[in-house]
């Protein structure tokens, strides 16, 4: 274990890079032979756009990397952190290491964007994008990104993890996410067993519908599990989700760069359910399945 977590705390850029790029590259040829939707769109200007957005988060992540790096300096050199309180075997820490890692440095921050109604409005631009594919994973707002850096810095100081967890971590990450927002038909029966405990395209993909109460569940990065013991899971036909927002429907609002980047700074839009408490409008109802 200690030889693994030694090669994922050492690990070259480039093998990082290379994982990333294949992993981008194998989706989207998967997407065009077994799509789930037949959008009809230019995928390269929609990966255009988002990839935009990548680069952001890119230069957000790099700017912050160091204080993820001091804060697991920090926790190892004087065993700070709750796996520290007692004396666990490596193995072990490792694996509850990556589960709190997924619980507060992802589960609960994306919970939280959905609660707080600022936060909301920079995460509401990963909610925007009315054709789900493996690009909209990386549609991030660069006020959302700090959100998450800082929840990252987090779980490493509440936790206790060595780089090495965090680096594992990030990739098992960066995969997940690829996977999740593919546009591929994923079998119902396999999707659902592998759902019990990680998050699948299917169970990801019914947290981008358009409307409440759909959007607000299924919140998970990497382990389901959070989903299932918060109560926050939910399971529908797929094949019958709309994608987007219902705020922010119009072409020119969820596909122009400039207007996603000041979205936060707009006047707050209630959506057509209550999302927040006083939002919801007499006599307006939620069509859950679009």
Same mark, same amino acid.
């Given at each position: 274990?200690?030889? &693994?977590?030694?090669?994922?705390?050492?690990?070259?850029?480039?093998?990082?890079?290379?994982?990333?790029?294949?992993?981008? =590259?194998?989706?989207?040829?998967?997407?065009?032979?077994?799509?789930? +939707?037949?959008?009809?769109?230019?995928?390269?200007?929609?990966?255009?756009?988002?990839?935009?957005?990548?680069? @952001?988060?890119?230069?957000?992540?790099?700017?912050?990397?160091?204080?993820?790096?001091?804060?697991?300096?920090?926790?190892?050199?004087?065993?700070?952190?709750?796996?520290?309180?007692?004396?666990?075997?490596?193995?072990?820490?490792? %694996?509850?290491?990556?589960?709190?890692?997924?619980?507060?440095?992802?589960?609960?921050?994306?919970?939280?964007?959905?609660?707080?109604?600022?936060?909301?409005? +920079?995460?509401?631009?990963?909610? @925007?994008?009315?054709?789900?594919? /493996?690009?909209?994973?990386?549609?991030?707002?660069?006020?959302?990104?700090?959100?998450?850096?800082?929840?990252?810095?987090?779980?490493?100081?509440?936790?206790?993890?060595?780089?090495?967890? =965090?680096?594992?971590?990030?990739?098992?990450?960066?995969?997940?996410?690829?996977?999740?927002?593919?546009?591929?038909?994923?079998?119902?029966?396999?999707?659902?067993?592998?759902?019990? /405990?990680?998050?699948?395209?299917?169970?990801?993909? =019914?947290?981008?519908?358009?409307?409440?109460?759909?959007?607000?569940?299924?919140?998970?990065?990497?382990?389901?599990?959070?989903?299932? %013991?918060?109560?926050?899971?939910?399971?529908?036909?797929?094949?019958?989700?709309?994608?987007?927002?219902?705020?922010?429907?119009?072409?020119?609002?969820?596909?122009?760069?400039?207007?996603?980047?000041?979205?936060?700074?707009?006047?707050?839009?209630?959506?057509?359910?209550?999302?927040?408490?006083?939002?919801?409008?007499?006599? &307006?109802? @939620?069509?859950?399945?679009?």
């Amino acid at each position: 274990m200690q030889a &693994i977590l030694n090669f994922f705390e050492t690990i070259p850029t480039t093998y990082r890079t290379a994982v990333l790029v294949s992993g981008l =590259v194998g989706f989207w040829i998967l997407e065009g032979a077994i799509p789930l +939707f037949a959008f009809q769109y230019s995928k390269v200007r929609h990966a255009a756009l988002n990839f935009f957005f990548t680069a @952001t988060t890119l230069i957000i992540n790099f700017t912050l990397a160091f204080l993820i790096l001091k804060t697991s300096d920090f926790t190892t050199t004087n065993q700070f952190g709750l796996l520290y309180l007692a004396n666990l075997p490596l193995w072990l820490h490792v %694996i509850l290491g990556l589960l709190l890692l997924d619980l507060f440095g992802a589960y609960f921050i994306h919970w939280l964007e959905h609660k707080v109604k600022w936060m909301w409005k +920079f995460h509401l631009i990963h909610h @925007t994008d009315t054709t789900v594919d /493996i690009t909209t994973g990386l549609r991030h707002h660069p006020g959302e990104s700090l959100f998450r850096a800082a929840f990252t810095i987090l779980a490493v100081l509440v936790a206790g993890l060595p780089m090495g967890v =965090v680096m594992m971590y990030q990739t098992m990450s960066a995969i997940f996410t690829q996977f999740t927002h593919a546009n591929i038909k994923s079998p119902t029966g396999l999707d659902r067993l592998i759902s019990t /405990i990680l998050v699948t395209p299917n169970m990801h993909k =019914v947290h981008h519908h358009y409307q409440q109460p759909l959007t607000d569940t299924n919140y998970g990065n990497i382990f389901s599990i959070w989903d299932r %013991i918060f109560r926050t899971f939910a399971e529908v036909d797929v094949t019958t989700l709309k994608y987007g927002i219902d705020t922010h429907m119009k072409t020119e609002e969820h596909s122009d760069v400039k207007n996603l980047l000041v979205i936060p700074f707009q006047a707050y839009r209630p959506p057509t359910s209550s999302k927040f408490d006083g939002d919801r409008k007499p006599g &307006i109802h @939620t069509d859950e399945h679009g």
